[in-house]
């Protein structure tokens, strides 16, 4: 069976124990209970399928997965089964085709194969992040998970340094895997965020390393499986902000911490929930609600800055460091995903 780069790097990711406790491709019991009740079917909680899709019904007990002509990896088939009409709106809460990961969920197979991963190639491994080696790391450390798919402004550096005053130290964690058009590049977050820690995050406890896996823009329930990945990386807090892995206008703005707060107690992890930071020009410095009741406050706005960059500026100091909006600008036609 020929698979493409993300089907791979969730064989990878299973692999390494990245997706721990799965074993393999998610069989029919733990598809059905993820989608109705955002747990596994021992009653774990996890809120994203991690499925391997195909276009027709088959019946192999074995099947070898193929990437560029190679073979890395067989799934030991424990079952095939047919994913439901509705399970998209179950898991995103919409079907509108305009939402980025509803629209790349409906292109992919209506068949699912359930079954423990076996990689062929341990070399794949090697440039995978890898629990072991993170659990090492932060052994005997209270450390704080930070997702981001973006590079740093003003907003994300409070969040960082806010995490600081909880926990020795602060995984800062970008995803690179698949984004849509428009997100920055893998290239342009590494380079801002190197800006960020070399020049003002010098001998603080920071850690720093890229997640590869695909953003689905689920809001609430990908926020669950954010935490999950930092908690088997060895993390003991995971950050959850603002409309924490949301897209457009599909999910309210604190929707991902009202999941987490009913979830808390079933995870082996410590959610922070932190208020939407902004700017106070009365206060001049990054604040939230919680601690300004200022009304003339200017909100970090992603969609403004990513335009001031695309054309060349930097934009206010009250918004992001200098050095982080150079490097990126550096970058040029590399800023951003085209495709």
Same mark, same amino acid.
């Given at each position: ?87 998209? #709106? ?38 995978? #992040? ?36 909880? @926990? ?15 997100? *920055? ?5 590494? &380079? ?45 807090? *995971? ?16 929707? &991902? ?22 700017? @106070? ?49 550096? #970058? ?8």
């Amino acid at each position: 069976m020929q698979i493409n780069s993300e089907t791979l790097q969730d064989v990878i990711n299973i692999s390494v124990g990245l997706f721990a406790p799965l074993t393999g491709f998610m069989d029919s019991k733990d598809y059905r209970s993820v989608v109705d009740n955002m747990t596994l079917a021992n009653g774990e909680v996890w809120t994203i399928p991690i499925t391997l899709d195909s276009q027709e019904m088959i019946s192999d007990d074995e099947i070898y997965l193929e990437y560029n002509g190679k073979k890395v990896a067989k799934v030991e088939v424990e079952d095939i089964y047919k994913i439901k009409d509705d399970d998209i #709106l179950k898991v995103y809460k919409t079907t509108d085709t305009n939402h980025p990961g509803v629209k790349k969920e409906l292109n992919r197979g209506k068949y699912r194969i359930g079954g423990k991963v076996i990689l062929l190639d341990e070399s794949l491994k090697e440039n995978s #992040l890898n629990p072991a080696k993170t659990k090492k790391l932060f052994k005997n450390k209270t450390v704080a998970g930070f997702q981001t798919r973006n590079i740093p402004h003003k907003a994300h550096e409070y969040l960082h340094r806010l995490a600081l005053e909880f @926990c020795d130290a602060l995984f800062i964690n970008p995803l690179v895997g698949w984004k849509k058009k428009g997100d *920055f590049s893998q290239k342009a977050v590494e &380079a801002g965020y190197k800006a960020l820690i070399d020049n003002y995050y010098t001998n603080l406890n920071i850690y720093f390393d890229t997640l590869k896996t695909p953003m689905r823009y689920a809001g609430p329930r990908e926020a669950i499986f954010h935490a999950i990945i930092r908690k088997n990386l060895g993390c003991t807090h *995971f950050i959850i902000g603002r409309d924490h892995a949301g897209v457009g206008e599909y999910y309210g703005k604190y929707e &991902a911490q009202e999941l987490a707060k009913k979830l808390q107690d079933k995870l082996d992890i410590k959610i922070l929930l932190f208020k939407e930071p902004y700017y @106070c020009p009365k206060c001049e410095q990054i604040v939230s609600e919680n601690c300004c009741g200022h009304d003339d406050i200017v909100r970090i706005s992603g969609t403004k800055i990513r335009k001031m960059l695309s054309e060349g500026k930097v934009p206010p100091k009250e918004l992001m460091r200098k050095e982080v909006a150079q490097a990126v600008i550096e #970058l040029k036609e590399d800023m951003f995903i085209r495709h």
